[in-house]
């Protein structure tokens, strides 16, 4: 399922759609540009036609490879139609190459999410409990051109890489992605879960412009399908719990070297967003969510987990490689969407 509209502030400013995507039978691409990049949305079109030629562009394992070609030789093309270096910079790279870059990969037996920048990991377990992960950066989230640049002072994202998630098919039955103009939807205003849960495109796409004013960014949502999943033993559900637990500690400690460093940084003013509960409910909180990045950057991210389980069954995990340092995870907001598959 892949849908894309534009946001109502954007269509009251005439702005195009700065959001783009792409997907293949293995891979899901989004693109969210900058809104105050000038030409952002030319940025997104290009890179898309571009990296759509390259070989094997739904490989996970050339995924960042391909990505850093397509900047390396849009950047060369277009270095001889500007004087200098800053101007490069300032008048093609800032106006034209600001955007996040998510993508999502359907492996064998897990999938698996690349990020650079801000957005929404949307995942569906075996339960269909719909949960969705916040990654923000207050208003200067990372973009992979900030590589390019050389005047830009502070630079902080320079060295940032991509981060990368994995979730085991045998927990989670689907996994997508989501630019951050999703939010109406993960705070529940929308009531558009249903859809999401059905994988119901069209009708996802007709209540996104019934409500068009609840949707101020353009939003772009893409999930694959997946399968049923193979029921799995009571010992490999121990272990998970297991695993989660310890999990669990790990980010606690790096949530707080993470404030420890964005103190240093920027003083008083916190970048690191708080998770906050956004809708009641009559359930309580029995589930955990467990999330390990593969990579971790120097820089400071926050990713919230707004998870809707279904009252007591069990815990949700997301399996991750690495350390999870400068992400910070909250469950935030809980409800029965089970209900919402079956109709209201």
């Not at 394992?61 to 200098?84: A, G, H, I, Q, T």
């Not at 996040?100 to 690349?114: E, N, S």
């Not at 971790?296 to 009252?311: G, I």
């Amino acid at each position: 399922m892949l849908i894309n509209s534009q946001g109502f502030e954007h269509f009251l400013q005439h702005v195009n759609n700065q959001d783009y995507f792409y997907e293949t039978p293995r891979m899901l691409l989004v693109l969210d540009g900058c809104s105050s990049g000038k030409y952002s949305e030319v940025g997104t079109r290009l890179f898309t036609q571009l990296f759509s030629r390259k070989e094997e562009n739904d490989s996970v394992e050339k995924f960042e490879s391909n990505v850093k070609e397509v900047f390396d030789e849009l950047v060369e093309m277009m270095r001889k139609y500007y004087p200098d270096q800053e101007s490069l910079e300032n008048e093609f790279i800032m106006e034209n190459l600001l955007f996040t870059i998510i993508a999502c990969f359907d492996c064998k037996d897990k999938f698996i999410v690349k990020m650079f920048g801000d957005g929404y990991i949307i995942t569906q377990n075996e339960w269909s409990h719909l949960s969705y992960m916040k990654f923000s950066y207050g208003k200067c989230p990372p973009y992979f051109a900030y590589k390019y640049c050389e005047h830009l002072n502070p630079n902080k994202f320079k060295n940032y890489e991509f981060k990368t998630f994995e979730f085991d098919k045998k927990t989670f039955k689907s996994v997508g992605i989501a630019s951050d103009g999703i939010l109406p939807i993960v705070k529940g205003s929308a009531q558009m879960d249903t859809y999401i849960l059905k994988k119901d495109g069209i009708g996802l796409q007709m209540a996104i412009r019934m409500q068009n004013q609840a949707f101020a960014d353009d939003v772009t949502i893409a999930i694959f399908k997946g399968e049923e999943i193979k029921k799995v033993s009571p010992d490999e559900k121990s272990k998970s719990i297991l695993d989660l637990d310890k999990s669990l500690a790990e980010l606690e400690d790096d949530m707080e070297e993470d404030r420890a460093l964005e103190k240093q940084l920027f003083g008083d003013e916190p970048i690191i967003r708080k998770a906050t509960d956004t809708q009641k409910s009559s359930s309580n909180l029995t589930g955990k969510t467990e999330v390990k990045p593969v990579e971790s950057s120097s820089a400071n991210s926050s990713a919230s987990h707004v998870s809707k389980p279904n009252n007591d069954l069990s815990k949700t995990t997301v399996k991750p490689v690495g350390n999870a340092s400068n992400t910070s995870i909250k469950a935030v907001k809980h409800e029965d969407t089970k209900k919402d598959v079956g109709g209201k």
